[in-house]
């Protein structure tokens, strides 16, 4: 009963955290391996536990998912679509130690992304450099990075979607759900069809991860700016000098 209970928390707060800015896999990834599941199966079976979340918690903004163009949304989920089943190929056949290096500087340059949002689209408008909106190829390595490996997914996004020049961050949150769903999606299919999850725990999970998502889109929506801003900062720096601890 301790381990459920366990397990229950960590999964509703993930699927909180995620909602608002992403990194609920930290809590999750630990509970399971607390409760003895093997590292490579927790991994897979956290991924399949938090991704039902993401559907619940862009269900909370889809009054924002519904105002944007619908023929970029498509676009957008397809590219989604096809570089998180890349992404979750790749992480079948090669090994996480190269990309465990990288994902710290990812985590911190998309932080420090979101965080200067205003400077970079000012260097944008002054032809400093440019960012397609909704453009495929920045678009598509995110759905790479998130499909290989999940962790900080949705900081990464909202960095990606800064720079395109969205400043709304109900409507990034609400498109942030949405293709982490997308993304999370395949390769979880990926991670079933290997046969790598323990599937009582990732249900046990999930349940609880949607009621967290949920609940998270509803706080998202009445925190005020400042601080929205201010805790998705916090926990991008939190999860950037976690992975450089493991280095």
Known sequence: MTETVILLIAAFGAGVVNSIAGGGTFL????????????????????????????SAAAGFREEIGSLDRAKLIRATVV???GGLVGGLLLLVSSDDVFSVIVPFLLLAATAAFAFQTQLQGWMRDGVFQAQ???????????????????????VLLALFALWGMENLNLMNGLKNALSFV???ISVATFAVAGIVEWKAALLMAVAAIAGGYAGARLARVLPKPVMRAVIIGIG????????ARL
């Not at 720096?237 to 450089?244: N, P, R």
């Open 133 to 155: 909106p909704y453009g495929i190829f920045g678009l598509f390595a995110v759905a790479v990075y998130g499909g290989y490996f999940n962790g900080g997914l949705g900081i």
């Open 80 to 82: 989604s679509l096809i």
């Open 237 to 244: 720096l939190t999860m950037s000098v976690v992975f450089f």
């Open 28 to 55: 999750t990834f630990p509970a399971l391996v607390y409760v003895g599941v093997p590292p490579v199966i927790a991994n897979a079976t956290s991924a399949v536990a938090v991704f039902p979340g993401y559907l």
């Open 183 to 185: 993304i999370s999606a």
